[in-house]
C-alpha cells in the first residue's frame, strides 16, 4: 500500500511533500521535481545480499533518496540501511569515472517498532568528527523515523513531518485524520490515494495476503521459539540447564526459520529472496525444498 501511495508518479507530490518534510526542507531549499527508479540492486558476488529497495527515487539535483519501510523488527536495521545505502551509492559512479561524480544518497527508513534508544521519532545520522561535530559529507544521510514513538498533539501546533507520521501511523479518529488531510493538499491527495487501494479489490488481496504474512511470521516465529525452549529445558534436566535453555532458542530459531522458508517457496516467491529473508545461502535452501517435496525453478 505505501508503494501505492507513494510511489505513482502522477501523484509525485506526495512523496516530495514526505521527503522535503522528513529532511526539513522548505521554501528555495525544498525539492521541486522527482523520479521514480524502483529497482533491485543485485549482488556483485554470487554469494553477495540482494539489496531489494522498497522505493527508490531521484530529486531534481539528482539526490538518490531510498525510502524503505520495516513493520516487523528484522534486526539489525542500522547495518541493513547502511549496507543498503553503501550499495546505491556506489552505483552512481561508472567505472573510470572521477569520485566527484558520486551522487548524495539519503536513506529513509519508516519503522513500525522501537529501534533506537532516543527519545523522539525521528532522527538522522551522517559522518561527523567526534570532538567538533565538524560534518565530513553531505553525502550520507540515514533518517529513521519510528511510527510507535509519534504522540498525539494540537494539528495547529503540528509541522508537515509531524501530520505525515500521524497520518501514516494510523490511530487517530475519523475527525482528527480528516482535519489532518483538509490542513495539507499533499496528505489530501495521499488520503485519496489510499482510498482507492481499498477500492481495488486485486490490490486490496494483495495487501491482506501481506498483512496475513506478517501475523504469520510472528506467530510462527514466537511458536517455533517456544517449543524450541521446551526440548531444551527438557534435555537441559540432563545436561543442564543453561545449555538446554541456549540449545533451545537455537533449535527453536532453526525451526522457525525452516517453517517460514518452505511456507515462502510454497507460495513461489524466488528462491534468492527466501534465501536473503533466511539469511542462509541458496544451496541450503534448495535442500530443504527437496527435502521437503518442493518444486522450485
Not at 551522517?126 to 494540537?154: A, N, S
Request: hydrophobic share 35%; aromatic share 8%.
Amino acid at each position: 500500500m505505501f508503494k501505492f501511495v507513494f510511489g505513482h508518479k502522477e501523484d509525485k507530490e506526495i512523496t516530495l511533500s514526505f521527503i522535503n518534510a522528513v529532511l526539513g526542507l522548505e521554501g528555495e531549499r525544498a525539492f521541486v521535481d522527482l523520479h521514480f527508479a524502483d529497482r533491485e540492486i543485485d549482488p556483485e558476488e554470487e554469494s553477495g545480499k540482494g539489496s531489494t529497495l522498497d522505493l527508490l527515487c531521484m530529486t531534481n539535483d539528482e539526490t538518490q533518496i531510498n525510502i524503505e519501510v520495516q513493520v516487523q523488527n528484522r534486526q539489525n536495521m542500522g547495518q541493513r540501511s547502511l549496507y543498503y545505502w553503501a550499495k546505491l551509492y556506489q552505483s552512481t559512479l561508472g567505472r573510470g569515472e572521477n569520485y566527484e561524480n558520486l551522487r548524495r544518497t539519503v536513506a529513509i527508513n519508516l519503522l513500525g517498532y522501537e529501534y533506537l534508544p532516543l527519545a523522539g521519532f525521528h532522527h538522522m545520522y551522517g559522518l561527523y568528527d567526534k570532538t567538533c561535530m565538524h560534518r565530513l559529507t553531505e553525502d550520507i544521510e540515514i533518517h529513521f523515523l519510528e511510527l510507535p514513538k509519534v504522540t498525539r498533539q494540537d494539528i495547529r501546533r503540528m509541522r508537515t513531518l509531524d501530520k505525515w507520521m500521524a497520518f501514516i501511523r494510523n490511530d487517530l479518529s475519523d475527525e482528527e485524520m480528516e482535519a489532518i488531510a483538509m490542513s495539507d493538499a499533499a496528505i489530501n491527495t495521499a488520503w485519496d490515494r489510499i482510498e482507492a487501494f481499498m477500492r481495488d479489490a486485486g490490490q486490496r488481496r494483495k495487501y491482506e495476503r501481506r498483512e496475513k504474512y506478517e501475523h504469520d511470521y510472528v506467530s510462527d516465529m514466537e511458536g517455533s521459539w517456544k517449543r524450541g525452549r521446551m526440548e531444551g529445558v527438557k534435555q537441559g534436566r540432563s545436561e543442564g540447564r543453561r545449555e538446554g535453555r541456549a540449545e533451545g532458542r537455537a533449535e527453536g530459531r532453526q525451526l522457525g526459520i525452516a517453517h517460514i522458508a518452505m511456507n515462502l517457496l510454497r507460495a513461489g516467491t524466488p528462491i534468492a529472496t527466501v534465501a536473503q529473508m533466511a539469511e542462509l545461502p541458496e544451496e541450503i535452501i534448495r535442500k530443504m525444498a527437496e527435502e521437503h517435496g518442493i518444486q522450485i525453478s
